[in-house]
């Protein structure tokens, strides 16, 4: 009933309409969890294939095989987590200034898609950085669209991949 009413009053006198990832007009908007999602399931990898080298093909070990399942669960579960991130950036804040200055962003963010998901179908290590590889342009771009340069680093931890971080001491 209360839907039906906002319906009849929205038709009287339009609403305004908001939009944002969170539904609140946050301006809030970070590659760098995209990032991290990516490292993750570069270290799932390299985690499943370390498993995979310690058992034999006689051997099925339960324990193992728990194992397996929880890595590959969270492999799954940071793909996800990458095409989220990157698309609520792509669809909220990526705006006709940015596409006309990156005009490579539509097919950026496609491939980025498109390797998450054969990431989380694979265990291919070679896929996985080059999923990090093409979040790593991306924060790049979206970087330089907030006008802040950005420096690569090895991150600090494994899976010791290179990284595009932002510069926030000159911002």
């Known amino acids: 009933m209360l839907h039906t009413m906002m319906q009849y009053l929205d038709k009287k006198n339009a609403f305004n309409t908001v939009s944002a990832h969170c539904d609140i007009p946050c301006k809030i908007y970070d590659p760098s969890a995209a990032q991290i999602a990516v490292l993750t399931i570069i270290r799932m990898v390299d985690l499943i294939?370390?498993?995979k080298e310690l058992q034999t093909a006689d051997i099925i070990d339960l324990?193992?095989?728990?194992?397996?399942?929880?890595?590959?669960?969270?492999?799954?579960?940071?793909?996800?987590?990458?095409?989220q991130e990157i698309t609520t950036i792509w669809g909220d804040y990526i705006k006709a200034p940015q596409l006309a200055a990156f005009p490579e962003l539509h097919e950026l963010t496609h491939s980025i898609m498109l390797l998450s998901s054969k990431a989380k179908q694979t265990i291919d290590k070679e896929i996985s950085l080059a999923l990090l590889e093409k979040v790593n342009r991306f924060a790049e771009i979206f970087w330089e669209t907030k006008g802040v340069k950005?420096?690569?680093?090895?991150?600090?931890?494994?899976?010791?991949?290179?990284?595009?971080?932002?510069?926030?001491k000159g911002a």
């Open 63 to 83: 324990t193992s095989m728990s194992e397996l399942q929880r890595l590959i669960a969270q492999k799954e579960e940071h793909g996800i987590k990458v095409k």
């Open 49 to 51: 294939n370390e498993l």
């Open 150 to 168: 950005t420096y690569t680093a090895t991150c600090p931890y494994p899976p010791q991949q290179d990284v595009v971080y932002p510069d926030l």
